[in-house]
């Protein structure tokens, strides 16, 4: 029995890990898969987001739900200046040209928070009601992290439905399977681009928020979790948002019962599994073959 | 009487046979480096992580440069050849200077064919993304692995004995420090060089420009890139057992992506693909930082990147590529009367 309530708050913290993770990287995933651009920065535009949402409920007294909505608008707009004036200049350079150009935006970032706000990590301040401990009948459990989960599920379907049943939706899907063909039949890329790059930097602003209570919000936040965004976005298949979920939500719970039963070398092992799901599948668990 | 010239008279022809021969001007980093040990005999341990830091840079450019593998964890290879030196010599395997640098190439390299044979099935995106894992699966090794490596610490002075059994590494004065490193990258630089030329690189190169031509036309691209990808390694190994035997000790730093990231912005600030990019952008590069880094590092940080947005947006050949550039420019406009 306490095995079992072990197991199922394992379970809890680690899907509201992973919803976390998803909400990140899923924007990172879609432009990955529609334009094949390298884009190292997506973890920059995830933490300027979670700062705007973080500074705004501190200094101007905002709620949390208006400040998430704030971090988001501020963010999606803000990428998508730098993505007209800058990103659209390389899509059809070198992928090395991709990487030094998204590593340097990391940088200039990087430097600009620390001088503006401070090398130290700003905290998060929830909400009364998001606060303390949940009965869920079964367990006790943080409310916050159910939160998490909620919203995350809420998210997935959400995205889902947006990119199934709308008219938008189908026309990324078709831009992902073929671009060449997309654009024949006059689909606009570079304006569904601009779009989907500004909405996923929108969404990595949210992640940025919600997960500044347990990942922190540091100017070096995004060179620390680089490689889980991109472990995400690589073991889901670029372009494909349930993959991307399931990797999301894989990685969240494996990080965090290893965590708790082998608290070194956890993440060795989850290196170790991406190196070998990868040899086994190039292309992620859910890509298209090549 | 052919009416076609013969295919050695071609001026392409010609330029492609004259290729490899030595410039007048080839001679000139090694004549520096020797009178850097003659003017600055107070910064020769500067001049030392200079030189390892260029051989590092060289061997990144093998695999960037000519064969065009984007790869952000390649001090992978530095920390295992780091690492070879470090514990053989702390647990009183091995300690000889040449012969330990030699096994720092082997592992490095056996590192190297290993996750090559793994990562180079990819491209992209899941590339770059498995040689940043293979790097943080060997930081996070050598973390856990405490009784050998040390873990987070690292291993605190290593003694070297003395190189042929006559110049002593001394750390307040490194003169054979500074000369040894500049033989080891001398040795290895005439090698790259050599093979960069050869058919071999030639084949690299081919691969870089168009992966699709060179299969069509027979050469076994995967075997082509995992062998450069290991010789690449081993000199990176040869490096970061230089490294180690230079400072006399060992730790994370040598396998982590700050190290992996440095490197990469200096072959890209020097050029890459151009053999000389990492003398050039190394010496760009260590100078700077010497100077700026140290007193402004947010500043420092924040001139780094946007060099880097510049060189990805307007100077892709980096340092020497202008250089080349303005060349031809003066080049175009003098002659003409």
């Known amino acids: 029995m306490i095995f079992g309530i072990d197991i199922a708050s394992m379970v809890l913290g680690g899907l509201a890990a992973g919803m976390v993770l998803f909400i990140v990287s899923v924007g990172l995933s879609v432009t990955m898969g529609l334009m094949g651009f390298v884009n190292l920065a997506h973890g920059a535009f995830a933490m300027l987001g979670g700062y705007v949402i973080v500074l705004a409920m501190r200094n101007w007294g905002v709620g949390f739900a208006p400040a998430l909505a704030i971090g988001f608008v501020v963010t999606a707009a803000v990428s998508a200046v730098f993505e007209r004036l800058l990103y659209a200049r390389l899509y059809r350079a070198p992928e090395l040209d991709q990487v030094l150009f998204t590593i340097g935006l990391v940088f200039v970032i990087i430097a600009s928070v620390t001088v503006l706000i401070g090398p130290e990590n700003q905290p998060l301040m929830l909400p009364d009601a998001l606060r303390g401990q949940l009965n869920l009948g079964f367990i006790e459990y943080r409310t916050y992290s159910i939160f998490l989960i909620v919203v995350g599920i809420v998210i997935v379907i959400g995205l889902w439905l947006g990119f199934e049943r709308t008219r938008m939706g189908a026309q990324i899907r078709a831009a992902v399977d073929n671009r060449q063909m997309a654009e024949s039949l006059g689909i606009n890329i570079d304006r569904l681009f601009t779009i989907t790059f500004a909405f996923g930097s929108g969404m990595a602003a949210l992640g940025g928020g919600l997960g500044a209570e347990f990942l922190g919000l540091d100017p070096q936040y995004p060179l620390k979790y680089l490689v889980y965004f991109l472990i995400v976005v690589a073991v889901g298949g670029p372009g494909r948002i349930i993959g991307a979920f399931y990797a999301a939500v894989l990685i969240g719970v494996l990080d965090f019962v290893l965590k708790k039963y082998v608290p070194q070398g956890g993440t060795l092992f989850i290196y170790a599994l991406t190196i070998l799901l990868l040899l086994w599948r190039p292309q992620g668990l859910f890509g298209k073959s090549a | 009487m052919s009416v076609f010239p013969t295919a050695t008279d071609h001026p392409a022809a010609r330029a492609l046979a004259g290729r490899h021969r030595l410039r007048l001007w080839e001679p000139l980093p090694w004549l520096l480096a020797l009178a850097f040990y003659v003017a600055f005999p107070t910064y020769l341990g500067f001049g030392t992580d200079l030189l390892v830091t260029i051989l590092f840079a060289i061997s990144l450019d093998l695999v960037l440069g000519y064969a065009g593998i984007v790869t952000l964890g390649h001090a992978a290879f530095f920390g295992a050849g780091a690492y070879t030196v470090g514990m053989l010599?702390?647990?009183?395997?091995?300690?000889?200077?040449?012969?330990?640098?030699?096994?720092?190439?082997?592992?490095?390299?056996?590192?190297?064919?290993?996750?090559?044979?793994?990562?180079?099935?990819?491209?992209?995106?899941?590339?770059?993304?498995l040689t940043l894992c293979t790097m943080a699966l060997l930081e996070e090794a050598a973390?856990?692995?405490?009784?050998?490596?040390?873990?987070?610490?690292?291993?605190?002075?290593?003694?070297?004995?003395?190189?042929?059994?006559?110049?002593?590494?001394?750390?307040?004065?490194p003169n054979t420090q500074y000369l040894y490193a500049l033989g080891v990258l001398f040795i290895c630089f005439v090698f790259v060089r050599v093979l960069v030329y050869s058919p071999f690189g030639q084949s690299l190169t081919g691969i870089r420009e168009n992966t699709l031509r060179m299969h069509a036309v027979g050469a076994p691209v995967r075997m082509r890139l995992i062998v450069c990808y290991t010789i690449s390694a081993a000199i990176a190994g040869i490096a970061g057992g230089l490294w180690a035997q230079a400072n006399a000790y060992v730790n994370l730093s040598t396998l982590g992506l700050d190290r992996a990231a440095t490197v990469l912005i200096i072959l890209v600030l020097?050029?890459?693909?151009?053999?000389?990019?990492?003398?050039?952008?190394?010496?760009?590069?260590?100078?700077?930082?010497?100077?700026?880094?140290?007193?402004?590092?947010?500043?420092?940080?924040?001139?780094?990147?946007?060099?880097?947005?510049?060189i990805a947006l307007f100077a892709r050949g980096g340092i020497l590529g202008v250089g080349e550039t303005l060349l031809r420019w003066f080049g175009r406009r003098r002659p003409s009367p």
């Open chain 2, 89 to 129: 010599a702390f647990h009183g395997i091995w300690a000889e200077p040449i012969t330990s640098l030699i096994a720092a190439a082997a592992v490095a390299a056996l590192v190297g064919l290993l996750s090559g044979l793994v990562l180079l099935r990819t491209t992209g995106l899941t590339l770059l993304m």
């Open chain 2, 270 to 310: 020097g050029g890459y693909g151009r053999l000389y990019g990492a003398f050039v952008g190394a010496v760009a590069y260590m100078v700077l930082s010497h100077l700026l880094a140290k007193i402004y590092p947010t500043a420092w940080q924040l001139g780094l990147g946007l060099l880097l947005v510049i």
């Open chain 2, 143 to 173: 973390n856990l692995a405490h009784d050998w490596t040390g873990g987070f610490d690292g291993l605190p002075s290593i003694a070297i004995p003395p190189l042929f059994g006559l110049f002593e590494f001394n750390p307040l004065y």
